[in-house]
């Protein structure tokens, strides 16, 4: 046939031409975007070169006579059809059909070097160190009603042909996953494993993820100016210094090692002597500086790596109590006393990550990459450092034909704090909205999570008081991490207020001894007897007064309410 007998399609009129004459030969010269029109599936038996060209956004809702559903339903011997991706598409399964596929039915001839759906678009950061999502994957989509009796595939339903060098990011809502539903053929290609995504589990199950992940978001998009130039030199062991620089605006929670909950830094962005509107002032005067009248700037605000996990998990997880990364490692022994847990079928003998990861097959440890979820964790650690990452968004496993993970082609999105430009270039040591290859994971981290996430039920709040005499006398106590507690005392016109939070290590709000001086931790009791300070001489007078506590899952609770002589 001459080149002149080769048809070119550019528009989605022209695509009709394939249901006229479907031995013909033909060429796509543009993208083509149906603008969400629905397409009746084409017998076709001719040649179709995409030339790596894009039909998008279309619906495919009903099958052919002979039962195939796709954009072609079934392709005969002599079809060819190469170069060709297929994007935004969405095939509700017609009862009627008995092989579905996004690009075929069923396939009898050959199709090559195609695709169908999309992997999110992402970039490298200014430092060409981290690949970063700039969007969300493609919506393409095959949805079964019936999830059995029905050859569905990725691709192709059933392929009695050829199927080489293809890929499919196709989400598929039914019973059977895989380039192709049935293969008598031959079969080469990657697609997307998008049987464990979050949207699948349970409201409840999937409204808790999205509150663990959000919250780590809002820690490392916080935007705040510092009022002088910030130091930190005590936040690594190398003696590495981080430096905040006065008036600049800053992002994310400080890398402290101190304090992890954004509540607290909320609350002094509302207390006087501003910076800028967004902190109060700074004194990096030490601790044992006899002219120092208050604590350095350095045990005020932010958290770790660890503790921004931790305090994510906090948001649904009463479980979870580690420190640092050594106790995230899922040993028998952290198991049981720090509440995290393997996800997959590896074990972890020592605190060092390297050991797992030598000790178990790679393959499990690939498997459990692709069983993570959105909210949890993954975890390094050696003897020198370590890390943690939170996933926050379902990784993208990429399958070949026979069901093996390819490593290369498969990424999990995480936030995380740690060292170095932020993820948009801004002035920030978090990372927000990254992906990492398993191959990259596989040299040094594990999957993990914790028996809230696992349970897909956020535990129920416990509270509870202990030998409580007024507002100043007692403990008050929860299985949920305390933040804070507050004290508030009415008498007519008098009022006065204290709140303490039980992270900081601060002479004028904690007791000698008696703090938290990490982000994390099991903080679950907290003596009232520390609002003394804080309240300090006031009028004497019978007063109403209650006592609230603030959870780590970010809600205020009144533990009670009462009068009191003063």
């Not at 695709?115 to 493609?138: E, M, N, W």
């Not at 019973?175 to 079969?187: F, I, K, P, R, W």
């Not at 006087?272 to 350095?298: F, H, I, K, Q, R």
Request: contains cysteine; negative net charge.
């Amino acid at each position: 046939m001459l080149e002149t007998d080769i048809c070119c399609i550019s528009t989605p009129q022209q695509m009709e031409w394939l249901r006229e004459d479907p031995k013909g030969q033909y060429r796509l010269a543009a993208d083509i975007d149906m603008d969400g029109a629905a397409w009746a599936p084409v017998d076709f038996d001719g040649i179709l070169d995409g030339e790596g060209h894009t039909i998008r956004n279309f619906k495919i809702v009903a099958a052919t006579a002979g039962g195939n559903q796709g954009f072609f339903g079934c392709l005969g011997e002599n079809a060819r059809v190469d170069h060709i991706h297929l994007r935004s598409v969405e095939i509700a399964g017609d009862p009627a059909a008995t092989c579905i596929g996004v690009l075929a039915g069923v396939n009898l001839g050959h199709i090559a070097s195609c695709s169908v759906g999309a992997d999110a678009p992402y970039k490298p950061t200014r430092s060409g160190k981290r690949q970063i999502l700039t969007g969300s994957c493609d919506p393409t989509v095959i949805r079964d009603p019936r999830k059995t009796g029905v050859c569905v595939g990725a691709v192709v339903g059933k392929n009695a042909g050829v199927v080489t060098d293809v890929r499919s990011y196709a989400l598929l809502e039914t019973a059977m996953q895989g380039l192709c539903g049935e293969n008598t053929g031959s079969v080469d290609g990657l697609w997307r494993d998008a049987s464990n995504r979050t949207e699948l589990q349970g409201k409840t199950a999937g409204d808790m993820r999205r509150q663990i992940v959000d919250y780590m978001f809002r820690m490392g998009d916080v935007r705040w100016i510092p009022s002088k130039d910030m130091a930190f030199t005590t936040a690594y062991a190398d003696g590495t210094n981080v430096v905040y620089a006065k008036g600049v605006p800053h992002y994310g929670l400080p890398y402290t090692q101190k304090y992890g909950p954004l509540e607290r830094m909320n609350y002094c962005l509302g207390q006087d002597d501003y910076v800028e509107g967004w902190l109060p002032s700074y004194s990096d005067a030490g601790d044992t500086d006899p002219a120092n009248t208050e604590p350095g700037w350095d045990i005020y605000l932010g958290n770790d790596c660890s503790g921004a996990v931790f305090w994510s998990w906090a948001r649904c997880c009463a479980s979870v109590s580690f420190e640092f990364t050594g106790h995230m490692i899922p040993t028998p022994e952290n198991q049981k006393e720090f509440g995290v847990l393997p996800v997959g079928n590896y074990t972890a003998r020592t605190w060092y990550s390297l050991d797992a990861l030598a000790e178990n097959d790679a393959n499990e440890i690939l498997e459990g990459y692709a069983k993570l979820r959105m909210a949890d964790a993954i975890v390094m650690r050696s003897p020198a450092h370590g890390h943690t990452r939170l996933v926050f968004r379902d990784p993208v496993v990429m399958r070949d034909e026979n069901g093996v993970i390819d490593p290369e082609m498969s990424y999990l999105p995480t936030h995380e704090q740690g060292v170095g430009k932020g993820s948009s270039g801004r002035d920030s040591t978090w990372q927000l909205g990254c992906r990492y290859t398993f191959a990259e994971l596989l040299k040094e981290y594990l999957p993990i999570t914790n028996k809230e996430l696992l349970q897909g039920v956020p535990a129920p709040v416990q509270l509870w008081t202990e030998d409580l005499i007024g507002p100043m006398q007692g403990k008050v106590c929860s299985n949920y991490r305390i933040i804070s507690t507050r004290v508030e005392l009415v008498c007519g016109e008098e009022k006065h207020s204290s709140t303490v939070f039980a992270t900081v290590v601060n002479k004028h709000l904690e007791d000698p001894g008696q703090g938290d001086n990490t982000a994390r931790g099991t903080v679950t009791q907290v003596d009232l007897k520390r609002h003394h300070r804080n309240l300090g001489e006031i009028p004497q007078g019978d007063y109403d007064y209650t006592v609230s506590v603030l959870l780590g899952n970010g809600t205020s609770y009144q533990v009670c309410k009462g009068q009191c002589t003063i």
